[in-house]
């Protein structure tokens, strides 16, 4: 981020990741698989101190790795298109950055998960003002490509902004807590692995918790066995009464 501190979710308590540990078998993390948020900077030259900002900015709000990379300016002109040819197999989901007067300050692909910011039309002579600017339409295309969603409330970018006027006076710098679940579910269908902490229960049901370790993940894992076979016998039950 460039000038706004992480939003972070309460922490459990000692007590409370202990009861977890034993009726759940305590937290793991999602492995990585190589695939993440590519950052691509297409302005040509120029400070990227506010890029890496918002990358580390958006790694410690979201748990998400953000890649962070030069990028030809686009031909002509046409940022979305440049930034929808830099989407691949490493990088579903492309947040690009340009610089083109005359083009809109941001563009939005959602089905593509692809959204750029132009910084053209940001610029003032107000270097403060400026930054915050892009701080805002970096997290407002990081929402709108990964799954948030306009929000008539206070405390979030993702409010309706239809000048970079109303946009100064957003009195919100980044993403709402409330709107993370709508992008995790979006990175979760995109396969892009995230770096929270997720209760072992709920990566068996997921299907990609790591083997058992102690007592309370062996117990997790009996239980998670005993549900899938009850399922089982249901469904078995419900097509033969078909039949």
């Known amino acids: 981020m460039l000038v706004?501190?992480?939003?972070?979710?309460?922490?459990?308590t000692p007590e409370q990741r202990r009861a977890d540990m034993e009726k759940f078998g305590g937290y793991v993390v999602r492995?990585?698989?190589?695939?993440s948020v590519l950052l691509a900077d297409m302005r040509g030259g120029g400070d990227d101190a506010a890029l890496q900002r918002f990358a580390r900015g958006g790694q410690g709000?979201?748990?998400?790795?953000?890649?962070?990379?030069?990028?030809?300016?686009p031909v002509g002109g046409?940022?979305?298109?440049?930034?929808?040819?830099?989407k691949d197999a490493t990088h579903p989901a492309v947040i690009a950055v340009?610089?083109?007067?005359?083009?809109?300050a941001l563009g939005v692909f959602p089905e593509e998960a692809v959204a750029f910011v132009n910084v053209a039309p940001l610029k003032t002579d107000d270097e403060t003002r400026y930054r915050a600017r892009v701080n805002k339409e970096l997290w407002r295309a990081a929402g709108f490509a990964l799954g948030a969603y306009v929000l008539p409330r206070k405390g979030c970018v993702m409010e309706s902004v239809t000048s970079v006027e109303q946009l100064d006076k957003l009195p919100a710098q980044m993403l709402s807590p409330m709107r993370f679940a709508n992008i995790y579910r979006t990175v979760e269908a995109l396969d892009i692995p995230d770096g929270r902490e997720v209760l072992y229960a709920k990566a068996l049901r997921e299907g990609w918790a790591p083997a058992p370790t102690n007592d309370a993940q062996r117990a997790a894992v009996k239980k998670w066995e005993e549900?899938?076979?009850?399922?089982?016998?249901?469904?078995?039950?419900?097509?033969a009464s078909v039949k």
Do not use: Y
């Open 31 to 35: 492995p990585g698989n190589g695939k």
């Open 98 to 104: 340009a610089d083109v007067p005359g083009r809109p």
């Open 227 to 239: 549900v899938k076979a009850k399922r089982a016998e249901k469904e078995a039950a419900k097509k």
């Open 4 to 12: 706004c501190a992480v939003v972070a979710l309460p922490e459990r």
């Open 78 to 86: 046409d940022i979305g298109e440049a930034a929808r040819r830099l």
């Open 61 to 73: 709000a979201l748990h998400l790795t953000i890649d962070l990379k030069k990028a030809a300016p």
